[in-house]
């Protein structure tokens, strides 16, 4: 069974950074996509990042746009999320998520996007305190 885990999530100052982790574990696709998401209380899902297998670019929400960096270690099939300058509105709960069918390039971020990740982690706690 496909598995991801996240995790390094925490409480933080503002300007603090968190360095977030997808580990997937029986993950044997060679085409692939991954999202990073977060949904904070009373809030729509946010799709905030992503990059995929087939894709050069990496994509993210004007929201994070230059405070977060999303990378990959193919090799420990895990994948990151760096996030620096965190804000008080960054506060929400953080999932990742994959896509291992139809993957296309682009910015999967969008609602329409959303049906096609198959697989979803059960999200990090990501607080920051102002």
């Known amino acids: 069974d496909v598995q991801l885990q996240a995790s390094g999530g925490g409480l933080v100052q503002a300007g603090g950074s968190l360095r977030l982790s997808c580990a997937a574990s029986g993950f044997t696709f060679d085409d692939f996509a991954i999202g990073w998401f977060r949904q904070a209380p009373g809030k729509e899902r946010e799709g905030i990042s992503c990059?995929?297998?087939?894709?050069?670019?990496?994509y993210y929400a004007e929201s994070v746009k230059g405070r977060f960096t999303i990378s990959s270690d193919n090799a420990k099939n895990t994948w990151y999320l760096q996030m620096h300058s965190l804000k008080p509105e960054d506060t929400a709960v953080y999932y990742c998520?994959?896509?291992?069918?139809?993957?296309?390039?682009?910015?999967?971020?969008?609602?329409?996007?959303?049906?096609?990740?198959?697989?979803w982690g059960q999200g990090t706690q990501v607080t920051v305190s102002g």
């Open positions: 990059m995929s297998s087939s894709d050069r670019n990496v």
């Open positions: 998520a994959a896509i291992v069918d139809k993957v296309v390039a682009g910015p999967l971020l969008g609602p329409k996007y959303w049906p096609l990740y198959k697989y």
